[in-house]
Protein backbone atom coordinates (compact mmCIF):
# COMPACT_ATOMS: atom_id res chain seq x y z
CA UNK A 1 0.00 0.00 0.00
CA UNK A 2 1.34 3.19 -0.86
CA UNK A 3 0.98 5.96 1.60
CA UNK A 4 1.22 9.61 0.67
CA UNK A 5 2.54 12.31 2.74
CA UNK A 6 1.30 16.11 2.47
CA UNK A 7 1.49 19.21 4.92
CA UNK A 8 -1.40 20.36 6.36
CA UNK A 9 -2.53 23.95 5.19
CA UNK A 10 -4.04 24.27 8.26
CA UNK A 11 -1.17 23.72 10.43
CA UNK A 12 0.90 26.36 8.20
CA UNK A 13 -1.57 29.11 8.35
CA UNK A 14 -1.68 28.40 12.32
CA UNK A 15 2.10 29.04 12.40
CA UNK A 16 1.77 31.84 10.27
CA UNK A 17 -0.76 33.50 12.79
CA UNK A 18 1.36 36.34 14.73
CA UNK A 19 -0.35 37.03 18.49
CA UNK A 20 -1.40 39.77 19.90
CA UNK A 21 1.84 40.22 22.28
CA UNK A 22 4.02 39.98 18.82
CA UNK A 23 1.66 42.65 16.92
CA UNK A 24 2.23 45.47 19.94
CA UNK A 25 5.81 44.72 20.21
CA UNK A 26 5.59 45.70 16.13
CA UNK A 27 4.13 48.44 16.43
CA UNK A 28 6.49 49.49 19.50
CA UNK A 29 9.61 49.31 16.80
CA UNK A 30 8.17 51.16 14.12
CA UNK A 31 7.14 53.55 16.56
CA UNK A 32 10.93 54.45 17.91
CA UNK A 33 11.99 54.08 14.29
CA UNK A 34 9.31 56.33 13.15
CA UNK A 35 10.63 58.91 16.24
CA UNK A 36 14.16 58.94 15.14
CA UNK A 37 13.98 59.46 11.63
CA UNK A 38 17.60 59.56 10.56
CA UNK A 39 18.98 58.75 13.64
CA UNK A 40 21.57 55.96 14.38
CA UNK A 41 19.04 53.16 14.61
CA UNK A 42 17.32 53.84 10.87
CA UNK A 43 21.50 54.46 9.86
CA UNK A 44 22.15 51.15 11.50
CA UNK A 45 19.29 49.25 9.77
CA UNK A 46 20.54 50.49 6.60
CA UNK A 47 23.91 49.13 7.52
CA UNK A 48 23.03 45.96 8.05
CA UNK A 49 20.59 46.17 4.18
CA UNK A 50 23.87 46.63 2.86
CA UNK A 51 25.92 44.37 4.23
CA UNK A 52 26.24 41.08 2.40
CA UNK A 53 25.10 38.11 4.25
CA UNK A 54 27.24 35.11 3.99
CA UNK A 55 25.47 31.86 3.95
CA UNK A 56 26.80 28.56 5.80
CA UNK A 57 26.83 25.98 3.51
CA UNK A 58 24.40 22.99 3.46
CA UNK A 59 24.98 19.65 5.14
CA UNK A 60 26.14 16.80 2.82
CA UNK A 61 23.09 14.82 4.26
CA UNK A 62 20.71 17.55 3.25
CA UNK A 63 22.25 17.96 -0.37
CA UNK A 64 21.81 13.83 -0.92
CA UNK A 65 17.84 14.17 -0.26
CA UNK A 66 16.98 16.48 -3.67
CA UNK A 67 20.18 14.89 -6.48
CA UNK A 68 20.18 16.32 -9.51
CA UNK A 69 17.57 15.74 -12.03
CA UNK A 70 20.57 14.00 -13.91
CA UNK A 71 23.14 12.16 -12.41
CA UNK A 72 26.40 12.04 -14.28
CA UNK A 73 27.37 8.58 -13.42
CA UNK A 74 24.24 7.49 -13.99
CA UNK A 75 24.68 8.89 -17.67
CA UNK A 76 28.51 7.90 -17.93
CA UNK A 77 28.69 4.53 -20.07
CA UNK A 78 32.14 4.12 -19.04
CA UNK A 79 30.23 3.09 -15.92
CA UNK A 80 28.88 0.27 -17.39
CA UNK A 81 30.87 -0.96 -20.07
CA UNK A 82 30.06 1.07 -22.66
CA UNK A 83 26.39 0.11 -22.38
CA UNK A 84 24.22 3.70 -23.51
CA UNK A 85 20.61 4.20 -22.24
CA UNK A 86 18.06 3.45 -24.68
CA UNK A 87 16.27 6.37 -22.56
CA UNK A 88 16.93 9.38 -20.90
CA UNK A 89 17.13 8.43 -16.87
CA UNK A 90 14.84 10.47 -15.22
CA UNK A 91 14.17 10.54 -11.68
CA UNK A 92 10.81 8.60 -10.85
CA UNK A 93 11.07 6.41 -14.85
CA UNK A 94 11.48 2.86 -13.86
CA UNK A 95 13.16 0.73 -16.84
CA UNK A 96 11.08 -2.36 -17.08
CA UNK A 97 10.77 -5.72 -19.10
CA UNK A 98 8.86 -9.24 -18.58
CA UNK A 99 11.28 -12.12 -19.53
CA UNK A 100 10.97 -16.38 -18.59
CA UNK A 101 14.68 -17.07 -16.27
CA UNK A 102 17.07 -19.20 -17.26
CA UNK A 103 19.21 -21.09 -15.03
CA UNK A 104 22.60 -22.04 -16.66
CA UNK A 105 23.98 -25.26 -15.94
CA UNK A 106 27.93 -26.58 -15.66
CA UNK A 107 27.37 -27.79 -19.36
CA UNK A 108 26.24 -24.77 -20.44
CA UNK A 109 28.96 -22.16 -19.14
CA UNK A 110 31.77 -24.64 -20.51
CA UNK A 111 30.39 -23.90 -24.31
CA UNK A 112 29.96 -20.30 -23.49
CA UNK A 113 33.74 -20.29 -22.31
CA UNK A 114 34.84 -21.93 -26.02
CA UNK A 115 32.25 -19.62 -27.88
CA UNK A 116 33.58 -16.67 -26.41
CA UNK A 117 37.30 -17.36 -26.90
CA UNK A 118 36.68 -18.30 -30.66
CA UNK A 119 34.78 -14.95 -31.32
CA UNK A 120 37.41 -13.06 -29.58
CA UNK A 121 40.14 -14.95 -31.63
CA UNK A 122 38.46 -13.25 -34.51
CA UNK A 123 38.01 -9.58 -33.65
CA UNK A 124 34.85 -9.81 -31.75
CA UNK A 125 35.47 -8.95 -27.55
CA UNK A 126 32.47 -10.41 -25.88
CA UNK A 127 31.10 -9.99 -22.47
CA UNK A 128 29.18 -12.57 -20.85
CA UNK A 129 25.72 -12.06 -19.79
CA UNK A 130 25.28 -11.03 -16.08
CA UNK A 131 21.90 -13.18 -15.91
CA UNK A 132 20.23 -15.08 -18.40
CA UNK A 133 16.95 -15.00 -19.43
CA UNK A 134 13.96 -14.60 -22.32
CA UNK A 135 12.67 -11.33 -22.81
CA UNK A 136 8.99 -11.37 -23.60
CA UNK A 137 8.31 -7.88 -23.62
CA UNK A 138 10.61 -4.70 -25.22
CA UNK A 139 12.16 -2.14 -22.31
CA UNK A 140 9.42 0.23 -21.83
CA UNK A 141 9.47 3.48 -19.09
CA UNK A 142 7.00 3.18 -15.70
CA UNK A 143 6.15 5.63 -13.04
CA UNK A 144 6.47 4.70 -9.57
CA UNK A 145 2.45 5.05 -8.95
CA UNK A 146 2.21 2.61 -12.07
CA UNK A 147 4.19 -0.52 -10.81
CA UNK A 148 1.22 -2.08 -8.51
CA UNK A 149 -1.05 -1.98 -10.72
CA UNK A 150 0.80 -2.95 -14.07
CA UNK A 151 1.64 -5.98 -11.38
CA UNK A 152 -1.91 -6.57 -11.00
CA UNK A 153 -2.67 -6.73 -13.97
CA UNK A 154 0.08 -9.18 -14.83
CA UNK A 155 -0.97 -11.32 -12.52
CA UNK A 156 -4.56 -11.34 -13.53
CA UNK A 157 -3.66 -12.12 -17.24
CA UNK A 158 -1.68 -14.62 -16.71
CA UNK A 159 -3.55 -17.28 -14.22
CA UNK A 160 -4.55 -19.75 -17.09
CA UNK A 161 -1.32 -19.93 -18.28
CA UNK A 162 0.32 -23.24 -17.64
CA UNK A 163 4.06 -24.58 -17.47
CA UNK A 164 6.01 -25.99 -20.71
CA UNK A 165 9.62 -26.52 -21.52
CA UNK A 166 11.35 -24.54 -24.68
CA UNK A 167 14.25 -25.13 -26.29
CA UNK A 168 16.98 -23.24 -28.11
CA UNK A 169 20.18 -24.50 -30.48
CA UNK A 170 20.41 -22.35 -33.14
CA UNK A 171 23.26 -19.36 -32.78
CA UNK A 172 22.02 -15.38 -34.22
CA UNK A 173 23.27 -12.10 -33.93
CA UNK A 174 21.07 -9.14 -32.53
CA UNK A 175 21.45 -5.26 -32.46
CA UNK A 176 19.53 -3.13 -30.66
CA UNK A 177 17.14 -0.34 -32.55
CA UNK A 178 19.99 2.31 -31.92
CA UNK A 179 22.53 0.39 -33.10
CA UNK A 180 24.37 0.97 -30.09
CA UNK A 181 25.02 -2.69 -28.71
CA UNK A 182 25.25 -6.25 -30.08
CA UNK A 183 24.20 -9.37 -29.05
CA UNK A 184 25.11 -13.35 -29.72
CA UNK A 185 21.53 -15.00 -28.71
CA UNK A 186 20.68 -18.39 -28.84
CA UNK A 187 17.32 -19.00 -31.04
CA UNK A 188 14.58 -20.93 -29.43
CA UNK A 189 13.84 -23.76 -31.87
CA UNK A 190 10.57 -25.43 -29.87
CA UNK A 191 8.08 -24.30 -27.20
CA UNK A 192 7.10 -20.85 -29.52
CA UNK A 193 3.34 -21.18 -29.04
CA UNK A 194 3.27 -21.21 -25.78
CA UNK A 195 5.75 -18.37 -25.29
CA UNK A 196 3.66 -16.06 -28.09
CA UNK A 197 0.34 -17.41 -25.70
CA UNK A 198 2.38 -15.01 -22.85
CA UNK A 199 3.30 -12.03 -24.93
CA UNK A 200 -0.10 -11.86 -25.79
CA UNK A 201 -0.94 -11.48 -21.96
CA UNK A 202 1.97 -9.44 -21.97
CA UNK A 203 0.76 -7.21 -24.71
CA UNK A 204 -2.47 -7.10 -23.20
CA UNK A 205 -0.76 -5.32 -19.76
CA UNK A 206 0.60 -3.17 -22.29
CA UNK A 207 -2.08 -1.76 -24.06
CA UNK A 208 -3.79 -0.88 -21.20
CA UNK A 209 -1.02 1.04 -19.87
CA UNK A 210 -0.21 2.98 -23.50
CA UNK A 211 3.01 1.48 -23.54
CA UNK A 212 4.56 -0.57 -26.63
CA UNK A 213 3.93 -4.31 -27.04
CA UNK A 214 6.18 -6.75 -28.39
CA UNK A 215 7.82 -7.15 -31.59
CA UNK A 216 5.48 -8.26 -34.82
CA UNK A 217 7.46 -10.64 -35.50
CA UNK A 218 9.74 -11.73 -32.83
CA UNK A 219 12.90 -14.38 -32.87
CA UNK A 220 12.91 -15.89 -29.32
CA UNK A 221 15.93 -16.17 -27.76
CA UNK A 222 18.23 -16.19 -24.75
CA UNK A 223 21.13 -13.49 -24.60
CA UNK A 224 24.71 -15.03 -24.16
CA UNK A 225 26.93 -12.10 -24.60
CA UNK A 226 27.53 -8.55 -26.13
CA UNK A 227 29.56 -5.53 -26.71
CA UNK A 228 29.17 -2.52 -27.76
CA UNK A 229 28.43 -1.00 -31.30
CA UNK A 230 26.86 -2.33 -33.87
CA UNK A 231 29.26 -5.59 -35.11
CA UNK A 232 26.59 -7.47 -36.74
CA UNK A 233 28.67 -7.85 -40.11
CA UNK A 234 31.67 -8.45 -38.68
CA UNK A 235 30.02 -11.39 -36.51
CA UNK A 236 28.32 -12.99 -39.57
CA UNK A 237 31.42 -12.80 -41.97
CA UNK A 238 33.99 -13.89 -39.58
CA UNK A 239 32.74 -16.30 -36.78
CA UNK A 240 28.95 -17.01 -35.79
CA UNK A 241 29.65 -20.05 -38.52
CA UNK A 242 32.35 -21.12 -36.43
CA UNK A 243 30.82 -20.72 -33.26
CA UNK A 244 27.73 -22.59 -34.47
CA UNK A 245 29.93 -25.50 -35.37
CA UNK A 246 30.91 -25.41 -31.23
CA UNK A 247 27.48 -25.58 -30.14
CA UNK A 248 26.80 -28.77 -32.88
CA UNK A 249 29.59 -30.45 -32.58
CA UNK A 250 29.86 -30.79 -28.47
CA UNK A 251 31.77 -33.31 -26.90
CA UNK A 252 27.95 -35.58 -26.10
CA UNK A 253 26.51 -34.25 -29.44
CA UNK A 254 24.37 -31.06 -30.27
CA UNK A 255 23.76 -28.73 -27.23
CA UNK A 256 20.36 -28.12 -26.34
CA UNK A 257 19.53 -25.16 -24.01
CA UNK A 258 16.68 -25.98 -22.23
CA UNK A 259 14.78 -23.55 -20.29
CA UNK A 260 11.94 -24.85 -17.64
CA UNK A 261 9.48 -22.07 -18.02
CA UNK A 262 7.78 -22.21 -14.61
CA UNK A 263 7.30 -18.28 -13.79
CA UNK A 264 7.74 -15.25 -15.46
CA UNK A 265 9.32 -12.18 -14.24
CA UNK A 266 8.62 -8.59 -14.23
CA UNK A 267 11.51 -6.42 -13.42
CA UNK A 268 11.23 -2.84 -12.96
CA UNK A 269 14.24 -1.63 -11.07
CA UNK A 270 15.64 -2.63 -8.85
CA UNK A 271 12.50 -4.39 -7.96
CA UNK A 272 11.65 -7.63 -9.35
CA UNK A 273 7.84 -9.71 -9.47
CA UNK A 274 7.05 -13.42 -9.80
CA UNK A 275 4.62 -15.20 -10.96
CA UNK A 276 4.51 -18.69 -11.12
CA UNK A 277 3.00 -20.35 -13.96
CA UNK A 278 0.07 -23.90 -13.41
CA UNK A 279 1.29 -26.84 -13.08
Known sequence: MLVCYSSSSEEESED????????????KCQEEEDGNNGGPARKKHKIEQQAPKSRLPLPGCLLAMFPDEEDAETEDSSLHGGRIRSFKHERGNWASYVYLPYHPEEEFMELLEDLLSFASAHGAVLTL????????????VLRHHWIQPFAQSLKAGLMHCKRFLCTAGRLRVYCNAERTRTF?????????????????????????FHLDTFYKDPSFHVSLAWCAGDLTGQMKEGCIQGMQSLVDNHE????????????????TGNKTFRFPLKP
Open 16 to 27: AVPTDENNSFSR
Open 129 to 140: QEEFHLSLSQTV
Open 252 to 267: EGPFVLQLDCEELRFR
Open 184 to 208: LGMEVCAGHVQIMDLVHEVDKTMTE
